[in-house]
């Protein structure tokens, strides 16, 4: 009896992931959720906001309140999925304009060793996820993609990354009325953690068009809590040398020019060539295509490995990454590296000729 009843639950998923619908079942009850959210007094009055990291900075405080644990495939996950949905339908873009991609997660590397335990477990796991994506359209079907991943570690996960989730928030609402030259293509992964399932996703469901398009993908992972204010990019070929750093060469002089503090990673480092950012992060399988990169990340480099804080060594994946713990510890820290970066997204994005 038992035996048959696993092959009635094997084939039928088997025909779930032929037809993928059960996934889709997932999306339709995130969307709803989302048009349903109650948006809280803050949020709502922030989406009137303009200066940078405003809205940034409120998202990520209900991200602390309400969203912490949301591992892979789990309940909490799917509900920050219902929570970005819902402040883009609130930010004026429409239903049509959200796209729910879900995948399964298969096996995969994950991204940091898990010895520290985990705080929120996030709930049931479906061992299905989903990217989010939105677009808002340029004079040309040229293309730059701003990814985030909303994925987390079982920790309040707003260094990585609700924080880069709510520049990412707060720059699709600022752009939504921008005229621009270039396509942008706003993607929320899920699944990162896990290794880089969203990503690889999106990255295999791109048309060879898609792909031409893309001129530049920006990745925004674990802005909030490090020391100093990074940008990495470039990747290195088979003879070990370093090219294609024109994109982030050009956004740290646009950064220069504005007077933001951000940094290129030091030279002479032989584990993680200047400027690249290795691939720790979603930008990985866009520039194993050839896109060009430019990777947001607040770290410190002590020692020749982005260990995060001087102090306390990783915030990420511990339970020090937690808002309160952060401002108690660095004043106004998040609020800055959030309004900084989100300015420098502005900026790269309005600017022209990134092919
Ligand atoms: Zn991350």
Request: aromatic share 8%; hydrophobic share 35%.
């Amino acid at each position: 009896m038992k035996k048959k009843l696993c092959g009635i639950i094997l084939s039928m998923s088997i025909l779930c992931s032929l037809l993928s619908g059960c996934s889709d079942k997932h999306t339709a009850i995130i969307m709803d959720n989302a048009k349903d959210f109650n948006l809280t007094e803050e949020i709502s009055e922030s989406l009137k906001q303009e200066d940078y990291g405003i809205q940034s900075y409120t998202f990520l405080k209900y991200i602390q309140d309400n969203l912490p644990g949301r591992i892979a495939g789990t309940e909490k996950e799917k509900e920050m999925a219902s929570f970005i949905s819902a402040i883009l339908l609130n930010g004026g873009y429409s239903e049509k304009e959200i796209k729910l991609n879900s995948f399964d997660i298969e096996e995969g590397v994950p991204m940091m060793d898990e010895s520290v335990e985990n705080v929120f477990d996030g709930g049931e796991n479906s061992q299905s996820s989903q990217n989010i994506e939105v677009i808002k359209k340029g004079q040309s079907e040229k293309t730059i993609i701003v990814g985030a991943h909303y994925d987390s570690a079982g920790t309040h996960g707003v260094d990585d990354n609700g924080s880069g989730v709510a520049v990412a928030l707060e720059n699709a609402l600022r752009m939504i009325d921008v005229e621009t030259q270039y396509t942008i293509k706003y993607v929320f992964f899920g699944a990162e953690e896990t290794g880089m399932h969203g990503s690889r996703e999106y990255v295999n469901s791109l048309t060879e068009k898609e792909k031409d398009n893309i001129v530049l993908m920006i990745n925004i992972d674990s802005i909030l809590a490090g020391d100093n204010l990074y940008l990495y990019g470039g990747s290195i070929n088979d003879k070990g040398v370093v090219e294609d750093t024109e994109a982030v060469n050009k956004a740290y002089e646009i950064a220069k020019k504005a007077n933001l503090p951000m940094q290129l990673t030091p030279e002479g480092n032989v584990d993680y060539p200047h400027p690249t950012g290795q691939k720790r992060s979603d930008h990985a399988h866009f520039s194993d295509l050839g896109i060009p990169y430019i990777y947001f990340e607040a770290t410190n480099w002590l020692n020749g490995l982005p260990v995060e804080t001087e102090k306390y060594g990783l915030i990420m994946h511990s339970d020090k990454d937690d808002l309160y713990f952060i401002e108690n510890e660095y004043g106004n820290r998040a609020k800055d590296t959030m309004a900084n970066y989100s300015q420098l997204l502005q900026l790269i994005l309005q600017e022209k000729n990134w092919e």
